[in-house]
């Protein structure tokens, strides 16, 4: 079996194949959030890719969380932080969420044979359900409106070598070695790594860099969101 790494959303359509597996990854913040939130109990989370969209779901009484360009919506219950999801406000309850980049990648991946979210905070537990389900896998990098990032491809890398450690895996092509390499060079000192990074930038600049240790701390969740598709509406488990 292969294991890929696709870049951007905008390159997804070279790497679409309808029996393989999609880890959507969005680093700072979004799957991260979500591994979270699952942590903390949260029932289920729709992604929607438009904040009209999770406005029409506020205007229904939902719980909504949603961000754009780092920042919370003004309407939403909840920003792009995994420290907003508390299980006093989430557990037993389902949660809107919309994104600036994240949601958007598991609406582009929803056709594929599986789709689920990955972080490093649930690293182990994406690589032991790609290992149970037994098909390709493709990483999504959600990066940045449609340009590359170098902590979702660093993930990439990280899940690309647990794979191809595993014996029961191989790299799907130069991209997955580069984001593998990425991985290895800089695997004992992640936050150093991202420190330079455009998107601790924009962290930084809005006062919300917080979260980013975080972020980067391996297995300290061991829950999956893995995507249902119920009459057009995109619901995780």
């Known amino acids: 079996m292969k294991i890929d790494v696709c870049f951007s959303p905008a390159l997804y359509q070279v790497y679409h194949d309808p029996e393989s597996v999609v880890v959507v990854v969005d680093i700072f913040r979004a799957t991260t959030t979500m591994a979270a939130a699952f942590r903390n109990g949260v029932r289920t989370i729709r992604p929607v890719a438009t ?7 506020k205007a229904e009484g939902w719980l909504v969380g949603a961000e754009r360009n780092v920042k919370k919506c003004d309407f939403a219950d909840f920003g792009n932080s995994p420290f907003d999801y508390t299980p006093e406000k989430i557990s037993g309850h389902d949660v809107v969420f919309t994104t600036t980049n994240g949601t958007k990648a598991i609406t582009v991946a929803k056709d594929a044979y599986r789709v689920i979210t990955g972080a490093f905070v649930n690293l182990k ?13 493709v990483v999504l990098c959600s990066g940045w409106q449609d340009k590359i990032n170098i902590e979702d491809t660093t993930f990439g890398g990280a899940l690309v ?7 029961q895996y191989v790299p799907g092509s130069d991209a997955a070695l580069i984001a593998r390499d990425m991985w290895n060079a800089h695997k004992d000192d992640l936050l150093s790594y991202m420190k330079e990074t455009d998107h601790m930038a924009r962290l930084v600049a809005k006062h919300l860099e917080d979260a980013v240790p975080y972020c980067l701390i391996p297995d300290s969740v061991s ?7 119920q009459e057009n509406i995109l619901i995780l488990h």
Do not use: F, M, R, W
């Open 51 to 57: 904040i009209e969209e999770a406005q029409t779901y």
């Open 125 to 137: 537990a994406v690589a032991d359900y790609c290992l149970l389900h037994q098909h390709n896998v």
């Open 161 to 167: 070598d647990l794979l191809v450690k595993s014996g």
């Open 223 to 229: 829950y999956v969101p893995e995507l249902e598709v």
